[in-house]
């Protein structure tokens, strides 16, 4: 039962230009949506989110809507820069029990110049 | 300051031993958590322990999985009798007390075990 998807594997985007990725989820009890980024033979570090009561957060470049209705949430990155290239993995959490982080399959973004 | 820390960053076994992993966590941080990666999968949440409660083992696939955590510091992961399904690369994370910053966890590099 995956509770959070991202169905697209990887994504090609050119340099300056817009960066848009994409996650969707079934469990509408969770409470906060996070995104991650890993760098190869790296863990994951945190990057940006989103409370289950807002539909919008910003942190400079990075931008992450999230759409209850849809269960759907995204992050954009603008403009992209080459060192965003890397894995960014959709999050999401229960803030009772053990907040354990619900991980999405992963995105590979390449920026390129 | 010195962030997570796990070793070994690689281990190969043969399939029916034990592997030991270790995680060293963030000083002061009181949540410990593993998970696993498998190849071309998300990250799989294994065990928490938060303090001296008791863990949360809801994640771990099989009782060939155990965990402890130690002084409140440092963990071991211990997987026995291992099979090739269990080749993965094991992540440790640890975070501040909890109702701070949900969801922000502080990963090691992790352990990449292969299972022959």
């Known amino acids: 039962d995956q509770q959070v998807k991202q169905n697209s594997p990887s994504l090609s985007v050119q340099e300056g230009r817009i960066s848009i990725l994409n996650c969707d989820y079934t469990?509408?009890?969770?409470?906060?949506f996070l995104w991650y980024k890993k760098y190869p033979a790296e863990g994951p570090t945190f990057l940006i989110s989103?409370?289950?009561?807002?539909d919008k957060n910003e942190d400079g470049r990075f931008t992450v809507f999230l759409n209850k209705s849809a269960k759907h949430l995204s992050l954009h990155i603008v403009p992209s820069q080459p060192g965003d290239s890397a894995v960014y993995f959709c999050?999401?959490?229960?803030?009772?029990?053990?907040?354990?982080?619900?991980f999405g399959q992963g995105t590979r973004l390449t920026i390129n110049p | 300051g010195a962030g997570v820390s796990q070793s070994p960053s690689n281990k190969v076994t043969e399939k029916g031993k034990d592997v030991e992993l270790r995680c060293d966590p963030i000083?002061?941080?009181?949540?410990l958590y593993w998970y696993r990666q498998s190849l071309g999968q998300g990250l799989e949440f294994l065990i928490y322990?938060?303090?001296?409660?008791?863990?949360?083992k809801s994640g771990l696939p099989s009782d060939r999985f155990s965990a402890e955590r130690t002084g409140g510091s440092v963990s071991t992961l211990t997987i026995q009798r291992t099979q090739q399904e269990d080749s993965a690369v094991y992540l440790c994370?640890?975070?501040?007390?909890?109702?701070?910053?949900?969801?922000?966890?502080?990963f090691g590099p992790g352990t990449r075990l292969t299972v022959t």
């Open positions: 994370a640890s975070s501040p007390s909890p109702g701070l910053a949900f969801g922000e966890q502080y």
């Open positions: 989103i409370s289950s009561i807002k």
């Open positions: 999050a999401a959490i229960r803030i009772q029990g053990a907040q354990k982080l619900v």
């Open positions: 322990f938060q303090g001296n409660s008791a863990p949360d």
């Open positions: 469990n509408s009890m969770f409470d906060y």
């Open positions: 000083s002061g941080h009181t949540a």
